[in-house]
């Protein structure tokens, strides 16, 4: 059921085709709204606009805008972000985001499966720098013309290197003129995420997802989460061996790196996680 959610929700990421008919881009209605994946919104058949991309672009635009102009752009991009976060926390990473499934095939890969991510607390550190420095900071303080630099999507980004720089140039070969050091750059930042993921699962939503960041604040509130009957648990410890985010369900029922997979539930033998409202 899960697999079959994350494609259909693939599909409904990117379900353009007008770039079969020499459209690149859609610019439509719905390029306005926020989908809840980490899903490049320059993906030659996005149909939405990406959170993390919006977010920057919004804070970005403080140079050039009146308050008046600048503030409900970024004012309608957080609610986005919090609208999706309390109806669904984390959940949207283990079933919705396109990029999720993207890490989870590369796990199938036949390979060495080992930890290869540092500690819990340091992952988060991670998160946090990534977050503050690529997507605050540089786009309030790091000048380009006039608007900041969207650091996440310019340097980092691995769905935006794999669903829109590679797309956009086989289907515009006049865009190869352009390639330099930054695209390069981007390339070995993808190769050494999917290598990674082939390695430990979701090692990007551990380490270095700030979506999943953002999610994670409201998994503890939000109206879908899980729900554990202590008087069933006995603590037999298979929900942590399966957990993907090497957390230990049982003690830390909705942390922030819980991405509600449900793997947990299912290895459950007493059935005692059960999905909740919150």
């Known amino acids: 059921m899960r697999k079959k ?24 209605f719905l390029k306005g709204f926020c989908a809840p994946g980490l899903n490049c919104h320059s993906c ?3 149909l939405f606009a990406c959170p993390i991309g919006m977010l920057q672009n919004s804070l970005a635009t403080w140079r050039s805008l009146s308050f008046s102009s600048f503030f409900p752009g970024l004012a309608y ?3 986005f972000l919090i609208l999706w976060g309390v109806l669904l926390g984390r ?14 095939l590369f796990f199938k890969i036949p390979a060495p499966k080992i930890k290869i991510s540092p500690s819990p607390w340091t992952r988060f550190f991670i998160k946090i720098l990534i977050f503050f420095i690529t997507i605050i900071m540089f786009p309030l303080f790091i000048e380009e013309g006039f608007y900041g630099v969207s650091a996440f999507c310019k340097y980092l980004c691995p769905a935006g290197t ?15 003129n352009l390639i330099g050091a930054l695209f390069f750059f981007k390339l070995l930042v993808l190769f050494f995420i999917l290598l990674s993921c082939t390695f430990e699962e979701r090692f990007f939503c551990k380490t270095l997802c700030p979506l999943g960041l953002i ?3 409201f998994n503890k509130i939000s109206i879908i989460n899980l729900v554990i009957r202590r008087e069933k648990c006995r603590a037999c410890k298979k929900c942590s061996k399966v957990c993907p985010a090497d957390l230990q369900p049982y003690a830390q029922i909705n942390s922030p790196e819980c991405i509600r997979c449900l793997k947990c539930k299912e290895a459950c033998p007493e059935q005692a996680l059960l999905i909740g409202k919150g």
């Open 162 to 176: 794999l669903e829109a720089a590679i797309p956009q140039l086989i289907l515009q070969p006049g865009l190869r």
């Open 91 to 104: 959940f949207i990473c283990g079933w919705l985001c396109p990029f999720g499934l993207i890490q989870e």
């Open 215 to 217: 999610y994670g604040l």
């Open 44 to 46: 030659p058949a996005s």
């Open 77 to 79: 991009t957080l609610g």
């Open 5 to 28: 959610i994350q494609i259909t929700s693939l599909i409904l990421h990117n379900g353009y085709l007008g770039f079969l008919f020499g459209i690149p881009l859609y610019h439509g």
